[in-house]
């Protein structure tokens, strides 16, 4: 059940702030059927060898486990849709508070449910990047999911070398891989998403376990210049006791309710 002065109080925070970030995680895509990382039933708890080394963790301990890792990342991205969360995320964009959002996910919710300026510290799933001349390409979600099906249709054991006449061909004749970050690569953006942080003065935080860097410390910064901290997560994180109003509770059920306070505040 929400916690009404909490949702009455987080309207108020956000009404009167002069720029509000928005700062997300895997969470705010759990309604949508995507599996968050490291909640009981994460995708590193399932497979192991991800917590330290992400997709290519898994795939160097468990080659043999590829086809049932891509093959359900090709149900769960073909099936998924923005969930409220998403919707309420751009909604306050769309009502002037919420300047941008910055997000560890790769997704491509946020921008599907709305939200225009979105910096993505770890790339995302739909976008590839040239390894000759790192120019990077959009593919449509069916182009994409084609190109997964094609792999799954003869992958046996994975490996870097097994994978690359798969991959999609830049237009400099080079191969492009997915756009995303892993482990131990340089994160995206970060210098754009800590300017939005030092000019913010109230971050809204959903969805994130605040256990992976730099991206956890953008919220430690933002309290350091000053800005007030909201959080919403079923579960305390690393982050929480840091802020300045924490609503315990899914992103899809309390931040639709923040938005509709908001709308009747307006009123
Ligand atoms: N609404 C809000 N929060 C939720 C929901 C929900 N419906 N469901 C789960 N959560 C919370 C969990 O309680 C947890 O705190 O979302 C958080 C998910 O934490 P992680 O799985 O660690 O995901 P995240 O914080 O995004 O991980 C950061 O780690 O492995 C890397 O690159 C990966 O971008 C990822 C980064």
């Given at each position: 059940m929400v916690n009404r002065d909490k949702i009455f109080e987080a309207s108020a925070m956000i009404r009167h702030s002069r720029r509000v970030v928005g700062f997300t995680g895997a969470g705010v895509s759990e309604e949508s059927g995507i599996s968050t990382f490291r909640?009981?039933?994460?995708l590193w708890n399932r497979y192991s060898g991800g917590a330290s080394g992400g997709i290519m963790g898994i795939l160097k301990r468990h080659p043999e486990a590829a086809n049932e890792l891509f093959s359900e990342m090709l149900q769960t991205f073909k099936s998924c849709a923005p969930n409220p969360g998403h919707y309420a995320f751009a909604d306050l964009e769309k009502m002037g508070y919420l300047k941008s959002i910055i997000t560890q996910?790769?997704?491509?919710l946020h921008q599907d449910a709305g939200s225009l300026k979105v910096f993505e510290l770890h790339g995302n799933l739909f976008r590839f990047r040239c390894l000759d001349c790192a120019q990077k390409k959009h593919f449509p979600k069916d182009e994409l999911f084609s190109f997964v099906e094609n792999i799954l249709l003869n992958i046996k054991q994975f490996s870097i070398a097994w994978v690359m006449p798969y991959l999609p061909s830049c237009e400099c004749g080079g191969k492009m891989r997915p756009d995303i970050v892993t482990f131990g690569e340089s994160v995206h953006q970060l210098d754009e998403a800590t300017e939005e942080v030092c000019k913010c003065d109230l971050m809204l935080i959903?969805?994130?376990?605040?256990?992976?860097?730099p991206a956890a410390a953008l919220p430690v910064d933002a309290k350091k210049n000053g800005a007030k901290l909201i959080e919403i997560n079923p579960n305390e994180s690393t982050l929480t006791a840091r802020c300045d109003l924490f609503l315990p509770g899914k992103t899809g059920e309390i931040l639709p309710e923040i938005v509709k306070e908001i709308q009747e505040m307006r009123e």
């Open positions: 909640d009981p039933n994460g996910n790769g997704d491509n959903s969805g994130t376990s605040g256990m992976v860097y």
